[in-house]
């Protein structure tokens, strides 16, 4: 059995965001890692976008003031 990781329910409230609002896109997973996933959405007038989506838990950037 596979286990839950933290990142699928940080994927999966953006996807619902989306969808609840536009309930007629199609997302298809494109690319999945560790930590990112990439969706094609499709839209009903036949437009292409691509969500990129990272999950991070520690900050890089250690400048005062900075948020990501």
Same mark, same amino acid.
């Given at each position: 059995? &596979?286990?839950?990781?933290? &990142?699928?329910? =940080? ?7 989306? $969808? ?7 997302? #298809?997973?494109? $690319? =999945? ?5 990439? =969706?094609?959405?499709l #839209? ?6 691509? $969500?990129? $989506?990272?999950?991070? #838990? &520690? ?8 948020? &990501?």
């Amino acid at each position: 059995m &596979s286990k839950l990781k933290l &990142s699928n329910f =940080y994927y999966g409230a953006v996807l619902n965001a989306i $969808l609840e609002k536009n309930p007629e896109f199609s997302p #298809t997973l494109v $690319l =999945y890692d560790d930590n990112r996933q990439a =969706y094609k959405i499709l #839209t009903e007038y036949n437009e292409n976008y691509i $969500l990129f $989506l990272k999950y991070a #838990t &520690s900050r890089n950037c250690k400048k005062n003031g900075y948020n &990501s």
